[in-house]
T-cell receptor
Framework: AQSVTQLDSQVPVFEEAPVELRCNYS??????LFWYVQYPNQGLQLLLK??????LVKGINGFEAEFNKSQTSFHLRKPSVHISDTAEYFC???????????FGKGTRLHILP | EPEVTQTPSHQVTQMGQEVILRCVPI?????FYWYRQILGQKVEFLVS????????KSEIFDDQFSVERPDGSNFTLKIRSTKLEDSAMYFC???????????FGPGTRLTVL
């Protein structure tokens, strides 16, 4: 069965510093991978997605993620964070024969001034 | 930019009462979904809906739950007899097809007293 593991429940980082949010998944078939962001009191917004092709995908707000099939990872990175990046970030996976998206527990990004 | 909308933003109800949560998906989307997020937990899939019928549902989606697309624009989730443990944020989502990203609404916070 597919599952998503986000190892860090919270990540504090100083403004303008780089950040990496880790995500590992398990699945026996090919998958589509997503990162969603949830700003305080708002819904889920798609940051980026991997469907096929290049393993390095770029998203909105300067974020990027790299799909690593051998390590079953899809870590999210940003070279320089801003206070406005304060939010909860969810990694998600969808098997190519399934309707549903499976979410990780989320990582709360806390930007320190 | 088109977006998924949900009403109400917050619903308070007494245990045992029926509630209907409403969603307006993006107009050219064909697949519709409900997810829920209990406070402090991960986002969980409830049900997917395509071509006027349920295409997939989770074990959470028992006989107390039902979905309907009563007209060409609305997509509803009904909980027949609410329980305390139904208290959660309920997200509606829609997608063009069943392998691309799903677009999420802002959510309805359901509080069962």
């Amino acid at each position: 069965a597919q599952s998503v593991t986000q190892l860090d429940s919270q990540v504090p980082v100083f403004e303008e510093a780089p950040v990496e949010l880790r995500c590992n998944y398990s699945s026996s078939v090919s998958v589509y991978l997503f990162w969603y962001v949830q700003y305080p009191n708002q819904g889920l917004q798609l940051l980026l997605k991997y469907l096929s092709g290049s393993t390095l995908v770029k998203g909105i707000n300067g974020f990027e993620a790299e799909f690593n099939k051998s390590q079953t990872s899809f870590h999210l990175r940003k070279p320089s964070v801003h206070i406005s990046d304060t939010a909860e970030y969810f990694c998600a996976v969808r098997e190519n024969r399934d309707d549903k998206i499976i979410f990780g527990k989320g990582t709360r990004l806390h930007i320190l001034p | 930019e088109p977006e998924v909308t949900q009403t109400p933003s917050h619903q308070v109800t007494q245990m045992g009462q029926e509630v209907i949560l409403r969603c307006v998906p993006i107009s050219n989307h064909l697949y519709f979904y409900w997810y829920r997020q209990i406070l402090g937990q991960k986002v969980e899939f409830l049900v997917s809906f395509y071509n006027n019928e349920i295409s997939e549902k989770s074990e959470i989606f028992d006989d107390q739950f039902s979905v309907e697309r009563p007209d060409g624009s609305n997509f509803t989730l009904k909980i027949r007899s609410t329980k305390l443990e139904d208290s959660a944020m309920y997200f509606c989502a829609s997608s063009v097809n069943n392998y691309n990203e799903q677009f999420f609404g802002p959510g309805t916070r359901l509080t069962v007293l």
